[in-house]
């Protein structure tokens, strides 16, 4: 199976970055957004070959507030989400915030899932690297789960699915790729709700799973709503 098929077989839409961006900046906009009222902040994993999709999102939305970490989990907490909604334009007295939020996983050309090829690298790469050294960690039987001050993002990383994860169960990547963006997405959530005045604030969660397919980089939408005015509004994505 190549990876055109792989994608197909375990994503039941995706867009290109490029699409995905377009048509959230589109939907948004009919709610009052844009990207001169509004600010845009990234949760995505430090790897560099995500960061085509935080330059799109700086193409459509200008420079975004970093919120991410390793497998593009919210550990950045109440200050630093408070620290993004701090920097937002004000317009009418309002500010209005736009949360992108999404793990990755690699699909190699074979339609291997968790490989990929990187520049100047022999052989195969993998990603999201961080979290498949955790799922192997799950698979040996053995994973640390005290923090390690040497690597911290790694040991909570651990900590937190660990929370999602059922005892016994060894997930394989993909799963514990969409159980990251579930977790991600219900951090965030809890966090915006202890700091997000809707009073005086309209935000946006937009969350995902990147997709490095061999042709290119793709997007799996989840979860897209607004809320604006209290009033939480799906878009259609």
């Keep these: 199976m190549d990876s055109a098929n792989t ?14 961006v377009k048509k959230t900046y589109e939907a948004l906009k009919q709610l009052g957004f844009n990207d001169d009222n509004s600010i845009a902040a990234t949760c995505i994993c430090r790897d560099e070959i995500s960061q085509s999709l935080r330059s799109v999102i700086k193409y459509m939305w200008g420079e975004a507030f970093n919120l ?41 050309a074979e ?31 053995r994973v640390n789960i005290t923090m ?9 990383i651990r900590m937190r699915l660990l929370r999602e994860i059922p005892y016994g169960h060894v997930p394989d990547l993909l799963e514990l790729t969409r159980i990251t963006q579930t977790a991600i997405q219900t951090d965030l959530e809890n966090t915006i709700m202890k700091v997000v005045d809707t009073g005086k604030s309209d935000y946006a969660i937009i969350t995902g799973i990147q997709i490095h397919e ?15 005015n209290g009033e939480r509004t799906e878009l259609k994505v």
């Design 68 to 108: 991410s970490s390793l497998a593009g989990m919210f550990f950045a907490g109440k200050t630093g989400l408070a620290a993004a909604m701090h920097h937002a334009p004000i317009e009418g007295g309002k500010e209005r915030y736009v949360f992108y939020a999404l793990p990755h996983v690699a699909i190699d």
């Design 214 to 228: 061999a042709d290119g980089n793709y997007i799996w939408p989840a979860s897209c709503y607004a809320v604006v």
């Design 111 to 141: 339609g291997h899932v968790g490989f990929c090829k990187r520049k100047g690298r022999e052989g195969i790469s993998s990603a999201c690297g961080a979290l498949n050294a955790f799922q192997k960690e799950m698979a040996s039987g």
């Design 7 to 20: 994608l197909k077989k375990y994503f039941d839409r995706t867009y290109t970055e490029i699409e995905f």
């Design 148 to 156: 390690d001050n040497e690597d911290v993002e790694q040991s909570l």
